[in-house]
């Protein structure tokens, strides 16, 4: 992995997926096409590793604390989060999760859907994570837990109506752009 690529990002296109499965526990058992071309590992490289080993360093805990808490009740949490690839390279994804059970209802595995993520969900959440990432070095991550559910509280939002809000938008110039478009159509 190369240090200097932590500031180059992979592009995702909005038709990728990428899906990871994973055991209970989050040790990957596999990784679609897709999956393995964006993030630069091959197959034999992924499987059997912990999801947490494409972890990029700039994501805050916290994030991932909220994301494993729903996925436990089983109830599936829509998370951006910032991924490393193999060069040491990133790239954004927007995560939803999907609970497999076995047949005595135990949680079997599961199955996470990544899709690109707008580039004005990430004028919000690069700054908000830049600052729990902060709190989070300097007074650990229950500290970082209290400044999210604050922000959130202010937005009288839960962290997935929050990120399914951002991820809507959309940004001025394309309003604009369809606007002028639909004048000469």
Same mark, same amino acid.
């Given at each position: 992995?190369?240090?200097?690529?932590?500031?180059?990002?992979?592009?995702?296109? %909005? =038709?990728?997926?990428?899906?990871?499965?994973?055991?209970?526990?989050?040790? $990957?058992?596999?990784?679609?096409?897709?999956?393995?071309?964006?993030?630069?590992? +091959? +197959?034999?490289?992924?499987?059997? !590793?912990?999801?947490?080993? $494409?972890?990029?360093?700039?994501?805050?805990?916290?994030?991932?604390?909220?994301?494993?808490? %729903?996925?436990?009740? =089983?109830?599936?949490?829509?998370?951006?989060?910032?991924?490393?690839?193999?060069?040491?390279?990133?790239?954004?994804?927007?995560?939803?999760?999907?609970? !497999?059970?076995?047949?005595?209802?135990?949680?079997? @595995?599961?199955?996470? /859907?990544?899709?690109?993520?707008?580039?004005?969900?990430?004028?919000?959440? @690069?700054?908000?994570?830049?600052?729990?990432?902060?709190?989070?070095? @300097?007074?650990?991550?229950?500290? %970082?837990?209290?400044?999210?559910? =604050?922000?959130?509280? @202010? =937005?009288?939002?839960? /962290?997935?109506?929050? $990120?399914? !809000?951002?991820?809507?938008?959309?940004?001025? +110039?394309?309003?604009?752009?369809?606007?002028?478009? +639909?004048?000469?159509?």
């Amino acid at each position: 992995m190369n240090e200097n690529l932590l500031d180059k990002e992979i592009s995702i296109s %909005s =038709r990728d997926i990428l899906v990871t499965r994973t055991d209970h526990a989050g040790v $990957i058992n596999y990784g679609n096409d897709v999956f393995l071309r964006i993030s630069g590992y +091959s +197959s034999t490289e992924t499987i059997g !590793q912990n999801h947490n080993f $494409i972890r990029h360093p700039d994501m805050p805990k916290v994030i991932f604390y909220l994301m494993w808490k %729903s996925i436990k009740k =089983r109830k599936n949490i829509s998370a951006i989060v910032k991924n490393r690839a193999k060069d040491g390279s990133y790239y954004w994804v927007i995560t939803d999760f999907k609970t !497999q059970e076995d047949y005595s209802g135990s949680i079997k @595995e599961h199955i996470a /859907y990544r899709r690109a993520v707008s580039k004005s969900a990430l004028e919000v959440i @690069e700054p908000l994570y830049k600052i729990l990432l902060k709190i989070e070095k @300097e007074n650990g991550m229950s500290a %970082s837990i209290i400044y999210l559910n =604050r922000y959130l509280e @202010e =937005r009288e939002l839960d /962290y997935n109506t929050f $990120i399914a !809000q951002l991820n809507k938008k959309i940004p001025l +110039s394309e309003i604009w752009s369809n606007k002028i478009k +639909s004048l000469f159509s």
